[in-house]
Nanobody, 115 residues
Framework: QVQLVESGGGLVQAGGSLRLSCVAS????????MGWYRQAPGNQRELVAV???????NYADSVKGRFFISRDNVKKMVDLQMNGLKPEDTAVYYC?????????WGQGTQVTVSS
């Protein structure tokens, strides 16, 4: 099993920035792809950003140009840099990693953006 621990969430004013980090309990070299999801109260969990083993990335339209995902295999970490935060970005953010038929999730970290 792979355990994922997120950090970096918190309260920030609109227009501010936050950097979320997700650290795996063991090597992530074998992961096919990994990313970040978010879920706001009353809403479905949605994909925010994903990065594949080859380095290619994909972003939700709502965060393109503002959010950036990266990975560091040595540090066993995947980060999400969030810039120009908006109140609608408020949600619990979840780290996700996938290998073959296995999917792993973190416990989630709260991001709250005030007006």
């Amino acid at each position: 099993q792979v355990q994922l621990v997120e950090s970096g969430g918190g309260l920030v004013q609109a227009g501010g920035s936050l950097r979320l980090s997700c650290v795996a309990s063991r090597s992530i070299f074998g992961m096919d792809y990994m990313g970040w999801y978010r879920q706001a109260p009353g809403n479905q969990r949605e994909l925010v950003a994903v990065i594949h083993s080859g380095g290619s990335t994909n972003y939700a339209d709502s965060v393109k140009g503002r959010f950036f995902i990266s990975r560091d295999n040595v540090k066993k970490m995947v980060d999400l840099q969030m810039n120009g935060l908006k109140p609608e970005d408020t949600a619990v953010y979840y780290c996700n990693m996938n290998r073959q038929w296995n999917s792993y999730w973190g416990q989630g970290t709260q991001v709250t953006v005030s007006s």
